[in-house]
């Protein structure tokens, strides 16, 4: 019998390779293994098959795809920004049922003629309905065009809470609103209703187009609210840009109070003016009355200069 000589390096046992050749043959075998294969690639996200949208705002965090945006001029200062889910143009239409509209009323600052606010905004969608009135100091500035021809592109940029529905949501718009041009900018062409009377504040002169005169039969004051629109006895300002009403001492010479209102002001607290600066007359108590202005106040922080004369009607 041939013996097993374990002192040969080529000797193993069970006819085995040698430990070192056993391990080359495992490092060969690994450095011939193929790389471990790539996870696939996600699928790609479908293509839109629709239109882009123009922009896109939120709503109580909810995004609406704006399809339709309207810039509607109602003269130099005041406009109507309609942003909606579905195409829109200058003629308005009733709105889907499934379609989400925001309307938002915006004023041009006083004294400040590139700058615009929102004094209002109006929620019309499946979940939301209602109006939200912002005080000027706490409401979005905008940036917009110097006219409305064919395009207006609005800048805007904000994230506020609004009450709608008795429900605090938030408003979120961060994005260039390209704007299909309703409307005009333009200064209407009607002629003064006052056209013997200049108001200014904050040095912009103010049209009025309306005037009333009332006097209080327990203290003997006369009362007088002058509007950029037209007036009745009710002397309801409802969208008036620019309100003001003036309270005459007991013989109608000087203005004793002043408190503005309005869209493109706020309703503002009352301001007595002491020993007043603007002289006033009073001519005539019958349908209607003159009045004479002459002199200037600063009224809640804004300069206010009266001259010249208005006939006011006179409620009773």
């Not at 709503?59 to 942003?83: K, Q, S, V, Y």
């Amino acid at each position: 019998m041939r013996s097993l000589d374990t002192n040969n390096p080529r000797w193993s046992p069970f006819g085995l390779p040698p430990p070192g050749r056993a391990a080359a043959l495992v490092l060969g075998l690994v450095a011939c293994a193929p790389p471990p294969a790539k996870p696939p690639p996600p699928p790609a996200e479908p293509a839109r098959s629709g239109p882009t949208p123009l922009a896109t705002v939120a709503l109580d965090a909810d995004p609406i795809e704006l399809f339709g945006i309207t810039f509607e001029g109602h003269g130099p200062n005041l406009a109507r920004l309609t942003l909606s889910s579905a195409p829109s143009s200058c003629d308005p239409a009733p709105r889907a049922d499934d379609e989400r509209r925001l309307t938002l009323t915006i004023v041009r600052e006083l004294g400040n003629q590139g700058r615009w606010r929102v004094a209002r905004l109006e929620a019309a969608t499946p979940k939301h309905h209602g109006a939200s009135v912002f005080t000027l100091a706490d409401a979005p500035a905008l940036e917009a065009g110097p006219s409305v021809e064919g395009k207006v592109r609005v800048s805007s940029h904000f994230n506020i809470p609004v009450t709608l529905d008795d429900q605090t949501v938030r408003l979120e718009v961060d994005a260039d609103l390209p704007a299909i041009a309703c409307g005009s900018l333009a200064p209407s062409d009607a002629p003064a209703s006052h056209p013997d009377l200049t108001l200014a504040i904050a040095e912009e002169t103010i049209p009025i187009h309306g005037a009333v005169y009332r006097r209080d039969a327990k203290t003997g004051q006369h009362r007088i609210v002058l509007a950029t629109s037209p007036l009745d006895c009710s002397e309801q300002l409802g969208e008036t840009e620019v309100g003001v009403t003036l309270v005459l001492d007991r013989i109608g010479r000087s203005v004793e109070s002043v408190a503005l209102g309005g869209l493109r002001l706020d309703d503002r607290p009352t301001t007595p003016l002491g020993k007043s600066p603007i002289r006033t007359s009073l001519r005539g108590l019958g349908k209607s009355v003159r009045v004479t202005f002459d002199g200037a106040a600063e009224v809640a922080g804004l300069d206010l200069a009266l001259s010249g004369q208005a006939t006011a009607t006179y409620c009773r």
